[in-house]
């Protein structure tokens, strides 16, 4: 069973910024892309940010692209999302996520293509 810790939520000002963070114990944490979805109360699962494997490629939502920053760290097992200049909008429940499929270049927004979820950390943007 593969296990993903999110951490870094708060509560922070329009405006401000937050790092999320999500470990990933385990041995095949490089072998496979992940990523970020949120969701907010009443709205369905939303795509944030995609990183390949190798970290080579990424990708975003069109609501967060220029202000979040998705990045890796394979030799310590674990997933970043750097976000800037958060919006009231933005205020969810973050989730990272691992792909299906090990060793794909191909990025994705589907949440059908994603495995594994961690359990959640609650970022609030008050205005």
């Known amino acids: 069973q593969v296990q993903l810790v999110e951490s870094g939520g708060g509560l922070v000002q329009a405006g401000g910024s937050l790092r999320l963070s999500c470990a990933a114990p385990?041995?095949?944490?490089?072998?496979?892309?992940m990523g970020w979805f949120r969701q907010a109360p009443g709205k369905e699962r939303e795509f944030v940010a995609a990183?390949?494997?190798?970290?080579?490629?990424?990708s975003y939502g069109e609501s967060v692209k220029g202000r979040f920053s998705i990045s890796r760290d394979n030799a310590k097992n674990t997933l970043y999302l750097q976000m800037n200049s958060l919006k009231p909008e933005d205020t969810a429940v973050y989730y990272c996520?691992?792909?299906?499929?090990?060793?794909?270049?191909?990025?994705?927004?589907?949440?059908?293509?994603?495995?594994?979820w961690g359990q959640g950390t609650q970022v609030t943007v008050s205005s």
């Open positions: 996520t691992r792909r299906r499929t090990p060793m794909s270049q191909r990025l994705s927004s589907s949440r059908s293509e994603y495995a594994y």
């Open positions: 385990g041995r095949t944490f490089s072998d496979y892309g």
């Open positions: 990183i390949s494997w190798s970290g080579s490629s990424t």
